[in-house]
């Protein structure tokens, strides 16, 4: 057999995009490559991308810059862009940069065999269709060799919800599920290889529709099933849209052993003037009557949120209202970004907020986010909680795992392996992190 060839593989964005690129990587491996930790042995590049916000795209297009000298070195070298930038960019990519000799968006990814070739031919390949199939499906080149404890598993894709300042809708394509049957069967496959817990993902996951053996299944349906999947310990999904959370949905968070207290719930804003220009469908009244309910069903849930901040025509009122918010939320972690203009967009016409005035009001939150975040992991101190160890920890001994509520946990105990699941007695709350013993 020849040599292997060389995939190198960077990742941007969301987790969508990492489960993308292991999908990608099975692919390419029935082409004879095998994945390499540096572009500079590499026979392929591969660059998987975000276009949520400018800087996510324009980071891009240095680092292909810096391919270049690469490429002069070794000609056969291959360089493909995937992702959402290439999806939104498509041709214009090429264009600007010559050295790109792939170009893959996320419905095409079953076309990475076939486009590769083309590009060893000495074509260029373009792909950024939106075909009607399920493309996991086809990209299935499952591997068998043996894997960490945790692993992301995407159930549904795509997004019809179009809130004003966000181009997933555009690069992800229209909402679609996948069938349960091939995310149970895909499930199994992971346990076999080690997983004990699974991320399910989705771009609105708890929209999630997908055929089952009785008409379409319910996100919490698809939960219920997955908790029958021995070996599988832990299940989480990612990210929520707060219309979606059905009440089969919320009362699982109460009642399905296997369903872990954390949930990502993203609102964006507390103001309902400006929830209403993002198109987002709920205000912030029925949002905290929501949470109240999930709180309800789940006491000890840690709630995780994300927030825009500089919206167009946003004022410093608007913004005291989403301060509000998360004063009554409490999020034990939320993810704030300053409002990027992303063209194409019904926001981006808008009359833009000062960027000092975003900046400004970006730090406050920010400040007010971390000091519950530190007053949520403080809490935690002296509590017995489950770590599934993930790998080992910076100090000699040392191991490191999540908890149920995703905090990461350090605990010393050299007889502890990856993907134990164990009890441990929380001692201390660090920066970023909690220390604890083995009970
Ligand atoms: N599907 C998820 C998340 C989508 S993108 C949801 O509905 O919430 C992840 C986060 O990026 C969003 O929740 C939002 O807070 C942020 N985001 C999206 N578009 C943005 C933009 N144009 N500028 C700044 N942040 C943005
Ligand atoms: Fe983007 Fe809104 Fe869809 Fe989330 S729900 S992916 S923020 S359009
Ligand atoms: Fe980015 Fe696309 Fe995910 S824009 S956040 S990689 S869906």
Redesign the pocket.
């Known amino acids: 057999m020849s040599e292997p060839k060389k995939l190198f593989i960077k990742t941007?964005?969301?987790q969508?995009?990492v489960y993308d690129s292991e999908r990608m990587s099975e692919a390419l491996g029935g082409q004879g490559y095998v994945e390499t930790k540096t572009p500079d042995d590499a026979d392929m590049i591969l660059l998987n991308?975000?276009?949520?916000r400018e800087k996510?795209a324009e980071k891009v297009y240095s680092e292909l810059g810096r391919f270049k000298g690469l490429k002069a070195e070794k000609p056969d070298l291959k360089i493909g862009v995937a992702?959402?930038v290439a999806q939104a960019e498509g041709e214009e990519i090429m264009r600007r940069q010559p050295l790109v000799d792939l170009v893959v968006g996320?419905q095409s990814y079953h076309r990475l065999p076939e486009m590769e070739a083309k590009t060893r031919a000495g074509e260029k390949a373009l792909g950024t269709d939106f075909p009607e199939e399920d493309k996991f499906e086809k990209l299935k080149n499952r591997p068998k060799a043996k894997r960490g404890p945790t692993a992301f598993l995407t159930v549904q894709e795509g997004c019809d919800k179009f809130c004003a300042f966000c181009?997933?809708p555009y690069?992800?394509g229209a909402e679609v599920s996948r069938p349960a049957d091939r995310i149970i069967r895909e499930a199994h496959d992971l346990v076999e290889r080690g997983v004990r817990e699974i991320t399910l993902l989705g771009?609105n996951v708890n929209a999630y529709h997908g055929a089952g053996p009785d008409g379409d299944m319910t996100l919490a349906g698809l939960i219920w099933e997955l908790n029958k999947v021995d070996g599988l310990e832990r299940i989480r999904f990612t990210t929520s849209h707060p219309n979606d959370m059905a009440d089969d949905l919320i009362e699982a968070h109460g009642t399905c052993d296997k369903l872990m207290p954390y949930l990502h719930l993203p609102v964006q804003s507390g103001s309902d003037r400006i929830l209403k220009r993002m198109n987002r469908s709920h205000t912030a009244e029925s949002y905290l009557r929501l949470i109240e309910r999930i709180r309800a069903a789940r006491p000890d849930i840690v709630m995780s949120g994300d927030f825009i901040v500089g919206f167009p025509e946003e004022t410093e009122e608007d913004f005291q209202a989403t301060m509000d918010l998360v004063e009554e939320v409490k999020y034990g972690y939320a993810y704030s970004f300053k409002y990027s203009t992303r063209p194409g967009t019904p926001a981006a016409e808008r009359a833009q907020v000062d960027p000092a005035a975003a900046d400004d009001r970006l730090q406050r939150l920010q400040a007010l986010i971390t000091r519950h975040q530190r007053e949520i992991q403080d809490g935690m101190v002296g509590r017995t909680v489950r770590v599934l160890f993930e790998k080992p920890g910076r100090l000699p001994g040392q191991m490191v795992g999540k908890s149920e509520y995703l905090h990461s946990v350090h605990v010393k105990g050299p007889e502890i392996a990856v993907g134990d699941l164990k009890e441990v007695r929380i001692t201390e709350s660090g920066a970023n992190s909690l220390a604890g013993e083995l009970l």
């Open positions: 941007y964005g969301c969508m995009n991308t975000c276009h949520i996510a992702g959402c996320p181009v997933v690069t992800r771009q």
